[in-house]
């Protein structure tokens, strides 16, 4: 049996592989199609009708501009751009006082990552400076356009690029929907996590809902690095910018759900306090459990109407999700969960921000939520 399962593991891996990869490739036709389309079409822009030799810079900053990064591309249209002129500018001046060779390559290359690093922090802008001005010290000028033409093919690659991305846009809300429905499960399973460490008294399952809800951090960031983006598309495509108003929406949503992520690792970290302790009784015990099942259904409701571009935050959908919160938000009394212990306390006490942050993920006004809350 151990030979089999031996034998079977390295097939099985390849298959989930392939099946990745045809998902991604299946996923990337159109973005493929669009930077194949640019990069062609800058080279023969650049050659034939500027006349320059052989103008890969065209091509090549058209791929990075649009690439499949989820930052700004307008941002990156510029750190090409920017990079490859002061780029050349540095390398022309470095060369004229120090003259070509590997040891003045170096001393160029060294100089213009250091002049990048002090002018601005993109990647981009740093590679496309250091590049440049290597490229002018170990490389004659070309013989069409002067040394800046590379500078002018980087500019027809990235106006090609931006031609794209403002007439032919990804819908600015998918990705960031797509983000915010994993966030939200993550968070669900984090709550049921949470009810089944109260219900098994297992403080490891709740320390294990903490490093999950610690986990999802770099999730948040991703997201927010793609809405800088959805914003850029929203602002000036002419195509979805009657969606400016959702992406707003979504980027609003963001922040409530970072901070009940938040507080549920103040929340699982207590917990697991509370249960190595023995601090809630039975009683106790049986009713943040059950509410913790209940927020984690909520959740999984509110992940479901936030991915669905055609539900909209006054929906009958996003009220039910609010309904569902608000129901488990007036539970959140330590007396009447039986709750008597100042540690019990404390863990009833952590989850009502939790809630209050659910409740204006889901559109609730923060008064109001916070007005849902029993009196303490």
Known sequence: MARISGATAPARFITTRARLGLRRSAMSVVPAIQMTVCAVGAYFVAEHVLGHV??????????????????????RVL????????GIAVGDLLLHWLGSGIWQAAVVVFCS?????????????TTQLALQSLLVVLLPAPAAGGPFGRSLDAVVGGCFALAVTFLVPRDPR??????LRKLLQVLATVLRECASALSYSDATVA????????????????????????????????????????VGTLADTLEAVDLALRSSRVFARRLTS????????????????????EAADAVEQLAAVVSDPRVGPGSVHFLAVRRALAAVA???????????????????????????DLMEAAGTDPAEARALLPTV
């Open 113 to 125: 990552i250091m002049l990048a690093r002090f002018l601005d922090s993109g990647v981009i802008f």
């Open 174 to 179: 998918r990705e960031p929907q797509s983000d």
């Open 54 to 75: 052989g103008p890969l810079f065209a091509a090549t900053s058209a791929l990075i501009a649009l690439g499949f990064s989820r930052e700004p591309r307008l941002r």
């Open 330 to 356: 007036i539970q959140l009394h330590p007396s009447s969960m039986g709750i008597v212990r100042t540690e019990g306390e404390t863990v009833v006490m952590l989850l009502r921000p939790l809630l209050v």
């Open 274 to 293: 509370a249960i190595n302790n023995s601090a809630l009784s039975d009683a106790g015990t049986a009713a943040i459990s059950e509410v913790l099942g």
């Open 207 to 246: 320390w294990h809902a903490l490093v999950r809800a610690r986990g999802a951090q770099p999730l948040v960031d991703q997201m927010r690095s793609t809405l800088r983006g959805s914003t850029e598309i929203a602002n000036l495509s002419p195509v979805y910018r009657r969606h400016r108003s959702e």
């Open 79 to 86: 750190e090409v751009g920017l990079g490859c002129t002061l």
